[in-house]
Every structure is written in C-alpha cells, then in structure tokens.
C-alpha cells in the first residue's frame, strides 16, 4: 500500500531533482531517500525517475503520480491548519507572485498590516510581469495582469483599475497643449515597457490608445517609467491608482485618455484549502478594497 511518507520523500526529490538535495531539506540520509523512492517504484511496478546525469528527471508515470502526491499533501496540511484558521497562530511561507507596480507599489508597502496580523508566517514577494508560462507549481498565490490559461488553478477577477497618461509638471507645461488623442504622437514622446518585458496583449494597451505612439524610452518595470516620467522625458502610461500618489508626475487632463485594465486572483487548486494561503488570499482582498482608484470585482470573468 503507498504511504504518505513515501509520497513526501517522492515529492521532495521531485521537485528537487537530486536524492542529496532532498535528503538535507528532509534531514534524512540520501540512502533512506533512496530507499524509499525504491519501494514506491516496486509499489507501482513503474520507474517514477529517470536517473541522469543532470539528475532525477521524472518519466511520465512519475508526472501521473505527482499530481496525486500534492493532493495528499495539499489534504495533510490542511487538516494540520484546520485548527489554526483563527489567526496569529498560523506560520510557514506563502508565495505571492505580483506584476512589478502591483508587487513594488502596492503589496510590499501594505505588508506591515498582514505581519501584525500573522506575526509567525512568511509572505514571499516575487515580481514578474509575465504569467503566460506560469505553472501552478512556481507559486501559492499569484496577481497577474492578464487572465493565465495555468491549468490546475482557481481563477478570479481581483480588481479593475485605468491606464492613463502622466508626465512630470515641467514637460506638461513646456510642451502644446492637445485636444484630441491623435494629436498626442505630434506633440509628445512616450515611456513603455521593453516588448519582451509584458505579454503580448498588456504590452498592446499603450496602442490601444495612441496607434502611432512610437515610444523613446522604454523600460522593463513600473519604477523605470516612473523616474522617466519625472526626468521630463516624456509621457508615461501607468495605473491611475498608483501614478496618482507618486510626487513629480501629474495626469494628462488634456483628453480624456484611459484604457480600463483588470487584475487576476490565481490559486492553485491543490493549496485552496491550506489556511495561511486563504488568510493572505483574503489580506490581498482587503488591500485591494482599501485602495482608491482600484476597484474590487472578485468575479470568475
């Protein structure tokens, strides 16, 4: 009969890829891990690793079995969190990945409410801008900016918010005022991302606005076009909710220029019943009611 042991050591070398790395995240010897990797193979009459040289690759039995492995040890932390769901007592890690103005600017500085609340978890924060190759393994929570098509995981409608033009006070005033958007690319330069930088329809919305816009400055996060934008150098295109509480920029009022843009809310359907991911689930909720200029639409469209 397969052991809930044996599918954690399995888990661990999996996702680790060596039998000595597992065995010291384990604190075990890597023979043990060794071994028990052996007995599971005998248990399901299957190789479940590929033993190369780079190191231990899963075969495609061991992919089957993986799935089924998480689920048993998405349903023992669970159960060990259940009891814990009240509050301060939960402890471990999460990890969030965010797109770089929502990370940077919004999750990092709300962080010190969620601390106070659960002073015993870990919150780890990575920005990425791109979500189309994620895999429901590289995070617990993840904010994107465009609906993924990741397999395995819940997925909500965060929140809405607008992209809207900005530039510093100096640059607006030196510059012809304009009273239609096409008179933008004649009067204007503009700030946006590198094209590697977001996925192909985010990267768009600059275009969506201003067709010909043919961007000077380019940059591959939030920050970059900010401190541009406060250089003087052109118009940069930003969250309203965020660009509005920066110092050195100011909105185009000219024209009435946004494009309206959304937030995603993904969680892996193996962690959706852990209680320290619900809570931080719930912290990123509450952050993003909390914010003028964004507005909370938990909807699954």
Same mark, same amino acid.
């Given at each position: 009969m397969l052991s809930a042991d044996d599918l954690g050591i399995f888990l661990e070398v999996a996702r680790r890829g060596r039998l000595t790395e597992a065995a010291k995240h384990l604190g075990i010897n890597h023979t043990t891990v060794g071994r028990h990797i052996s007995r599971l193979e005998r248990m399901v009459e299957q190789r479940l690793f590929a $033993?190369?040289?780079?190191?231990?690759?899963?075969?495609?039995?061991?992919? $089957?079995?993986?799935?089924?492995?998480?689920? %048993?040890?998405?349903? %023992?932390?669970a159960a060990r969190e259940d009891c814990l769901e009240g509050g301060s007592m939960l402890s471990g890690s999460v990890r969030v990945i965010a797109p770089d103005g929502f990370g940077s600017f919004l999750l990092l500085p709300g962080l010190a409410s969620m601390v106070d609340e659960f002073p015993e978890l870990t919150v780890e924060v990575v920005t990425a801008n791109r979500h189309a190759s994620l895999t429901s393994r590289e995070f617990d929570l993840a904010v994107t900016i465009e609906r993924p098509e990741a397999r395995a995981v819940s997925v909500r409608r965060l929140g809405d918010y607008q992209l809207r033009l900005y530039g510093a006070p100096e640059y607006l005033r030196r510059v012809p005022r304009v009273s239609v958007l096409e008179e933008l690319t004649v009067h204007h330069d503009f700030i946006w991302y590198v094209d590697e930088a977001l996925g192909a329809a985010t990267f768009r919305t600059? /275009? @969506?606005? %201003?067709?010909?816009?043919?961007?000077? !400055? @380019?940059?591959?996060? !939030?920050?970059? @076009? !900010?401190?541009?934008?406060? @250089?003087?150098?052109?118009?940069? &295109?930003?969250?309203? /909710?965020?660009?509005? $509480?920066?110092?050195? !920029?100011? $909105?185009?009022?000219?024209?009435?220029? &946004? %494009?309206p843009h959304s937030y995603w809310l993904l969680t892996p359907n193996n962690l959706d019943r852990l209680a320290r991911v619900n809570a931080v689930g719930r912290w990123i909720t509450r952050l993003v009611a909390s914010t003028e200029g964004l507005e909370l639409n938990l909807s699954a469209s």
């Open positions: $033993r190369e040289p780079s190191g231990w690759v899963l075969t495609e039995p061991g992919t $089957r079995l993986l799935a089924h492995a998480e689920a %048993v040890e998405a349903a %023992v932390l600059l /275009y @969506q606005l %201003v067709p010909e816009a043919r961007p000077r !400055i @380019q940059t591959n996060s !939030i920050a970059g @076009q !900010i401190e541009a934008a406060r @250089q003087g150098l052109g118009l940069a &295109f930003l969250p309203s /909710y965020l660009a509005d $509480r920066v110092e050195g !920029i100011e $909105r185009l009022t000219d024209v009435d220029a &946004f %494009v």
